[in-house]
């Protein structure tokens, strides 16, 4: 019971339903999981507090470690995420191949807490792909062609908002047109309700409780915990 009670606090995934923001552009290919989130941040025992760090060592010109204050660093001025006109971006634009690398959770851990909610891509490494859905992100797919469409979009309007609808599986574009998008229906299903793995064990709380309480029934010895 006291596990199911602990899963009940760990499970707050963000639900996405239709979202609209603005759009920040990473023109490289092969962006792996450290420049994300470089190794040194990965210390934390806690799933939060890495957004601050989010590509740091193009973020900043001085060396980050964990717990330092951000607004003691020196910001890279010519770095995308620091131009004012991307300030509050919350759709990142990238290139084939993004979030390649080690496997760490971190990153889209830290893409999240820097407010970003939906990736556009022509790729992804298949893990980090993974790892976007368990965590409340959307990663879309699209042709390498209208993603270089929307690159040129994006620098020729500051301010450049698309709207995602996961229900529709459609990108609206300032000009009225859509761009549709697939993504796997379990997938999307996840992503509407904010289900993480431990939210889809959730929906079955009430029959673990009564199996719990059955057992305890039938073995009450269970209950008792034997010290040294």
């Given at each position: 019971m006291v596990i199911l009670l602990m899963s009940e606090k760990l499970?707050?995934?963000?639900?996405?339903?239709?979202?609209t923001g603005v759009v920040m552009p990473l023109d490289r290919d092969n962006v792996d999981t450290d420049a994300i989130i470089p190794k040194q941040f990965l210390k934390s025992i806690h799933k939060t507090g890495f957004g601050s760090n989010l590509f740091d060592a193009w973020r900043y010109l001085d060396?980050?470690?964990?717990?330092?204050?951000?607004?003691s660093r020196q910001p890279n001025p010519d770095f995308v995420l620091n131009l004012p006109r991307y300030q509050g971006a919350s759709i990142l634009l990238a290139r084939h191949n993004f979030g390649c690398g080690s496997s760490r959770e971190h990153a889209p851990w830290a893409l999240d807490q820097y407010g970003i909610r939906a990736i556009i891509a022509p790729s992804y490494?298949?893990?980090?792909?993974?790892?976007?859905?368990?965590?409340?992100?959307?990663?879309?797919?699209?042709?390498?062609?209208?993603?270089?469409?929307?690159?040129?979009?994006?620098?020729?309007?500051?301010?450049?908002t698309l709207t995602i609808d996961l229900e529709r599986q459609v990108i609206g574009k300032p000009n009225g047109d859509e761009l549709p998008f697939e993504v796997q229906a379990f997938r999307k299903y996840c992503l509407l309700n904010g289900l993480d793995d431990i939210g889809l064990t959730l929906r079955h709380a009430d029959k673990i409780r009564a199996f719990e309480t059955q057992r305890l029934k039938q073995k009450p010895w269970l209950a008792h915990t034997l010290t040294a």
């Open positions: 499970s707050k995934m963000q639900k996405f339903n239709s979202h060396a980050g470690y964990p717990g330092q204050d951000a607004a490494a298949d893990i980090f792909f993974n790892n976007c859905f368990k965590n409340g992100l959307l990663p879309i797919v699209l042709n390498e062609t209208r993603v270089s469409q929307l690159f040129d979009e994006v620098a020729a309007v500051p301010g450049y």
